[in-house]
């Protein structure tokens, strides 16, 4: 069999418009293979055949197209989470802007925030949102200024910017429980990922609570592990005007083509569509919003540490100016731990049959061809020489200018 390498998806980087690659008619949604019920999954018997049925349907998902839609999990059902966060968003995203800057990114070395509309770009192409980024919410680290200097991504680490109640009621502990919710169902989609990979029970979950053993006899990081996740409450606002802002003109750019730089995505998206993902052969299949439903992704990380048999799909949001209202989505991101090595698991020694069946089922429908996606190959791929934090630091700075120039000129040119 050919060997399971690092991730085969290409560079194809003709274009990166929205419109310049085909459009297929599929949809994501029509696919019923896609669809995975979160209350068939229990951790606590994972032998039970419902348990079962789960981990061979996330293993198709995950080497199919790395995208899927999850269905009861507590942030749809049982409770009233999904209509919480969606009403505290719009009314965050009502308030006058000089309301929004008061948490303003720029004023975070955390990078957590508000950045406002037209700050971000995509593969040098501007974004048409406004969103708040939130992280793990916790102290600074309590360590000397010359230890944040030689290690600036434990700067990542502190608290999220929140508004009082009376501006914006609810704001901190909606958000916080949204947070933590979405935590342990990405903690509990790992343990199903082993399963489905076949590899010992914290295999994969070691990168996350950061405590596997240290590599190459180093040792272990005293400032013990370091998890973490973020978070961002989006906005895709219409209109070719948005707080001043012009659009550039024509672009409907929301995002632009991109993969997650982490390990595993949590999307909930209003019922305005725009978000589409691209096949292998490149052609962009749209992901409608369905109702209870959570849609799952992976990062580039897990996709690195399994050789490329759990996919990191490209994927981007297509938003007209003229569309009548806004679209909302929350996207929940898990990471490695700041202070985790992200060294490749063997595919070939440690997965099982049924998931390297899989793959080679996947690669004879590609036919031996290569992926085709808009993301260069092993853009934010963590190595196994250096602590994740510096990867997340790295795809940060990219990201905000407007913190670097505030907090991190020394680091970076
Ligand atoms: O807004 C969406 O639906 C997708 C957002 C996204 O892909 C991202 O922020 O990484
Ligand atoms: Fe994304």
């Known amino acids: 069999m050919t060997p399971v390498v690092a991730t085969s998806r290409s560079l194809n980087n003709t274009e990166t418009s929205p419109s310049a690659t085909p459009t297929s008619a599929a949809s994501l949604a029509s696919l019923s293979e896609y669809h995975l019920d979160y209350s068939q999954w229990d951790p606590s018997d994972t032998t039970s055949d419902s348990s079962q049925s789960f ?14 839609y999850l269905h009861n999990t507590p942030l749809d059902s049982g409770s009233n989470r999904r209509s919480s966060i969606f009403s505290l968003t719009e009314r965050f ?26 700050d971000e770009r995509t593969q040098s192409l501007q974004d048409h949102r406004d969103q708040i980024d939130y992280g793990t919410h916790v102290k600074p680290i309590a360590v000397d ?62 990168f996350l609570t950061g405590v596997q053993s240290p590599v190459d006899g180093e040792q272990k ?20 005007v948005v707080d001043g802002i012009k659009r550039v003109d024509g672009s409907e750019q929301g995002v632009g083509a991109h993969k997650d730089s982490g390990w595993l995505t949590l999307l909930s998206t209003s019922s305005v569509g725009g978000l589409q993902v691209q096949d292998f052969e490149g052609n962009w299949l749209s992901v409608p919003h369905v109702e209870g439903s959570t849609i799952v992704n992976f990062g580039q990380q897990i996709e690195n540490v399994s050789g490329g ?30 202070n985790a090595r992200l060294k490749p698991l063997d595919a070939l020694q440690d997965f099982n049959d049924e998931v390297i069946n899989l793959w080679k089922e996947a690669e004879a429908r590609r036919q031996g061809k290569e992926i085709i996606c808009d993301v260069p190959k092993g853009d934010l791929f963590g190595t196994h020489t250096e602590n994740f934090g510096w990867i997340a630091f790295r795809g940060l700075v990219r990201s905000h200018p407007g913190v670097v120039k505030q907090f991190y000129t020394d680091f970076v040119e």
């Not at 981990?55 to 899927?68: D, H, K, P």
């Not at 998890?227 to 906005?235: E, G, N, S, V």
């Not at 799909?313 to 700041?338: G, K």
Request: with cysteine; aromatic share 12%.
């Open 55 to 68: 981990v061979r349907a996330l293993r198709r998902a995950m080497v199919g197209i790395g995208f899927f």
């Open 93 to 118: 995203f009502q308030l006058p802007l000089q309301d929004r800057l008061s948490i303003d990114m720029d004023n975070s070395r955390h990078f957590r925030g508000y950045c406002k509309f037209g």
């Open 145 to 206: 200024e010359a230890v944040l200097r030689s290690r600036p991504y434990l700067n990542l680490y502190g608290p999220n910017q929140f508004l009082d109640d009376d501006i914006l009621p609810g704001h901190k502990d909606i958000m916080l429980d949204w947070f933590d919710t979405a935590n342990e169902i990405s903690m509990q989609l790992t343990r199903a990922l082993e399963l489905a990979l076949g590899v010992r029970e914290a295999q994969l979950s070691q």
């Open 221 to 240: 990081d005293s400032l013990g592990p370091l998890p973490y996740a973020r978070m961002k409450t989006i906005r895709y606002p219409a209109g070719e």
């Open 309 to 338: 048999i759990i996919q990191s799909a490209t994927h981007r949001v297509v938003f007209p100016a003229v569309s009548p209202e806004p679209r909302y989505s929350m996207a929940w991101f898990s990471f490695p731990a700041l």
